[in-house]
């Protein structure tokens, strides 16, 4: 796995979808001992929010416009 990736179709489901990408962060480490971090991303239509998970927590980007910011 070199990606993890959430795409929620609706407003109200991007809490859920967070916590599915979570999940999905988890498992990844708990299946591989030796990973250092995991990228990821949540694009809901015209917004992208980026993650990096480490062992020590989260990191990510601000949500960005993915049409309007160059």
């Known amino acids: ?3 993890v990736a959430e795409l ?3 407003p109200r489901e991007i809490s859920k979808k967070m916590n599915q990408l979570v999940r999905y962060f988890r498992e ?3 299946a591989q001992p030796l ?3 995991v990228h990821g991303f949540c694009l809901h239509k015209l917004h992208v929010e980026f993650w990096v998970i ?3 927590g989260a990191y990510s980007s601000r949500e960005i416009d993915v ?3 160059q």
Do not use: E, K, N, Q
């Open 1 to 3: 796995v070199r990606v």
């Open 8 to 10: 929620p179709a609706s």
């Open 28 to 30: 990844i480490f708990y």
């Open 35 to 37: 990973r250092r971090f």
């Open 54 to 56: 480490d062992r020590s």
């Open 67 to 69: 049409i309007g910011s």
